[in-house]
């Protein structure tokens, strides 16, 4: 499965756009990216995946370059409640063994 | 619809002890995964079954065991337990192996002294 790489932390305040990019160098043709959200204490929570293009859903948008090669989650106008760990994974789907692979994912503060 | 459930919520061990953790499933979903999670480190795959087989394994040792039942519930097993296995378990999840959306439980926060 590929590697990817996504900054340590980022802070933003409530009400602004925040743009988590991941890089995945080595994404192959069939693999997915998919971003997962975590909360202190708490199992982490599907968000968003997608293959190329831009996907969007009611919380986020997932935003792929031709290349593939990095991904970019948009959060529109966040709230506090929005601070948790962002993860970025890349894998193929129904992979006979398939199994998530977990960075160190990017830590958001939201402030008031 | 019942979401994924884990039990106990916290559990603490001595070294070289045993322990049992248990996880039910989404209803549903016949494929279930187990995680570890280090403080401040993200989730590491343990292994997963799906309709009572195992179907991958990460990097653990044999210790670290696992079982899932007819109803789709599961039990991570670890034996001979190290101070380093202090850690959030984690259960998730997924419909057939479409493992992309895994449904993850609230976890089970283990201590060993």
């Known amino acids: 499965l590929a590697k990817t790489t996504q900054p340590i932390s980022m802070d933003s305040y409530e009400g602004q756009e925040v743009n988590i990019t991941c890089s995945h160098n080595n994404i192959a043709t069939n693999d997915y990216i998919t971003w997962y959200q975590q909360f202190p204490s708490q199992g982490p929570r599907f968000i968003i995946q997608g293959y190329k293009t831009k996907v969007t859903n009611e919380v986020a948008s997932l935003f792929i370059p031709a290349d593939r090669k990095s991904s970019t989650l948009s959060l529109p106008r966040v709230s506090l409640s929005d601070t948790a760990v962002y993860y970025c994974l890349v894998g193929r789907l129904m992979d006979s063994s398939y199994k998530l692979i977990f960075g160190s994912g990017t830590r958001l503060l939201v402030r008031p | 619809e019942t979401g994924v459930t884990q039990s106990p919520t916290h559990l603490i061990k001595t070294r070289g002890q045993q322990v049992t953790l248990r996880c039910s499933s989404q209803s549903g979903h016949n494929t279930v995964s187990w995680y570890q999670q280090a403080l401040g480190q993200g989730p590491q795959f343990i292994f997963q079954y799906y309709r009572e087989e195992e179907n991958g394994r990460g990097n653990f040792p044999p210790r670290f065991s696992g079982l899932q039942f007819p109803n789709y519930s599961s039990e991570l097993n670890v034996n001979a337990l190290e101070l380093d296995d202090s850690a959030l378990y984690l259960c998730?999840?997924?419909?057939?192996?479409?493992?992309?959306?895994?449904?993850f439980g609230p976890g089970t926060r283990l201590t060993v002294l």
């Open positions: 998730a999840s997924s419909l057939e192996l479409a493992g992309h959306e895994q449904f």
